[in-house]
């Protein structure tokens, strides 16, 4: 777990502890939760730490708020959840994250009991890093536990700052990020296959460069694969291609022959002249994309030679979607990519919000070795960058 000092080592009882957690969850127009995954991801933490008597205030923040107050973003639905989940805790809500009404509140915690904070980005302190501030979210609390990896490559000050003031140390969920990533990086178990998918390649060419080392082959779908296509000297229609993206494409797949590492890319793809629901569609090889017809998704062939691929595996890493997957006519690739590894015998491991989304719809989160709740933070990792979440908990001794 890169050598980092572990929350079991640390004495709670009585402590009031400071616990970043991730619950920027999507909500519909009537403020609902529709996936609780990243809340859910983070009972085993809180759970340790009531069980042990701590005094828990838990931090987040929710969508881009862009430092104003904006009911639409409160963390209120949150709490909510948090009391179903917990139903033999006491969970309140705060009506800030910092100041003495707050602090007034973090005062009167009973041990067990739990405090969620406002959301964070309500001050645009928090994306700033700003020292006050962090000093601020310190104050209220002796232990400081980062649990939030999807928040782990932003540097901002309950994520960075703040771990500077208190002694810091990783949340159970972190920990388990970190060590499946981690795993994926030093000791893989081969055949190795990394699946990548999304609609622009430019978000994802430093992790395809890395996994291009790392992984034994990768299988390109999604937008992204328009890119390479054209790479490639195919005409694409109406898609979407990243054209100044092209000669990275071609130089991606050109390093992967050099070392000898497979980049498979779709055969055939479903296409549509309207990306909406219910509109014309057929499949069409891919030099067969003419006039304003656009890639949404992989064929049936492409499917199938992805998921004999899958099948053979023995670790697999999934980042994107397959299609235009909100649109039920294009969630066919996704769906299909989903249903092989949760059937795989490999270690799988699924980062992204959309193949995560996919995971949990077709209920097989339960087939899958480790879901990532970071998106971005996952492809850093994976990349080989450095977290600044992650580089600041305490190293053990």
Known sequence: ?????????????????????????????????????????????????????????????????????????????????????????????????????????????????????????????????????????????ELYVNDAFGAAHRAHASTHGIASLLPTVPGFLMEQELKMLGSLLSEPIRPFWAVIGGAKISDKIGVIDTLIDQADGLIIGGGMANTFLKAQGYELGASLVEQEKTSE???????AVAKGKKILLPVDVVVAEEVKAGTVTKVVPVDGIEGEWKALDIGPKTIESYATVLRGAKTVFWNGPMGVFEIEDFRKGTEAVAKVLSEANATTVVGGGDSVA????????????????????????????????????????
């Open 1 to 141: 777990m890169l050598n980092k000092v572990s929350l079991l080592d640390q004495k709670v009882a009585g402590q009031k502890v400071f616990v970043r957690v991730d619950f920027n969850v999507p909500l519909d127009k009537q403020q609902q939760i529709t996936d609780d995954t990243r809340v859910r991801k983070s009972l085993k933490t809180i759970e340790y730490l009531v069980n042990e008597g701590a005094r828990v205030i838990l931090a987040s923040h929710l969508g881009r708020p862009k430092g104003q107050v904006k009911p639409e973003f409160s963390l209120k639905p949150v709490a909510k959840r948090l009391q179903e989940l917990l139903p033999d805790r006491t969970v309140k809500m705060a009506p800030d994250c910092i100041g003495t009404e707050v602090e007034a509140m973090v005062a009167e915690l009973a041990n067990g009991e739990i405090l969620l904070l406002e959301n964070l980005r309500f001050h645009k302190a928090e994306e700033a890093n700003d020292s006050v501030f962090a000093e601020q979210l310190a104050s209220l609390a």
């Open 358 to 397: 996919a995971i949990e719809q077709l209920g097989l989160a339960d087939r899958i070795s480790h879901i990532s709740t970071g998106g971005g933070a996952s492809l850093e990792f994976m990349e080989g960058k450095v977290l600044p979440g992650v580089e600041v908990l305490q190293d053990k001794a």
């Open 249 to 255: 494409a071609k130089q991606l797949l050109e390093v």
